[in-house]
């Protein structure tokens, strides 16, 4: 059974950071892309970032370019997004994605 499970978010100010994970079952990223997309209330969902093993050049939205870095662990079956100098426009529900199927989403809030 396919399953991502995503976590790592919460409420940070300004500048703050956090580290997002994805944990994937059912498939290895040795052979999936996994990408994270995110959905701000009232907006539609946006694609962030992207990682595949078969790539060396991640995609990141321009919107967070120099601001957040993916990277796996393939050994943990884990995909990361560390997210630096957080905006309140980077307030959203943030989802991974892979081999069609969403995790649950984690939700980032960054007050002003």
């Known amino acids: 059974e396919v399953q991502l499970q995503a976590s790592g978010g919460g409420l940070v100010q300004t500048g703050g950071s956090l580290r997002l994970s994805c944990a994937v079952s059912?498939?290895?990223?040795?052979?999936?892309?996994i990408g994270w997309f995110r959905q701000a209330p009232g907006k539609e969902r946006e694609g962030v970032s992207c990682i595949s093993s078969s790539d060396p050049s991640p995609y990141y939205a321009d919107s967070v370019k120099g601001r957040f870095t993916i990277s796996s662990d393939n050994a943990k079956n884990t995909v990361y997004l560390q997210m630096n100098g957080l905006k309140p426009e980077d307030t959203a529900l943030y989802y991974c994605l892979g081999r069609w199927s969403w995790g649950q989403g984690t939700l980032v809030t960054v007050s002003s």
């Open positions: 059912g498939f290895t990223l040795d052979d999936f892309a």
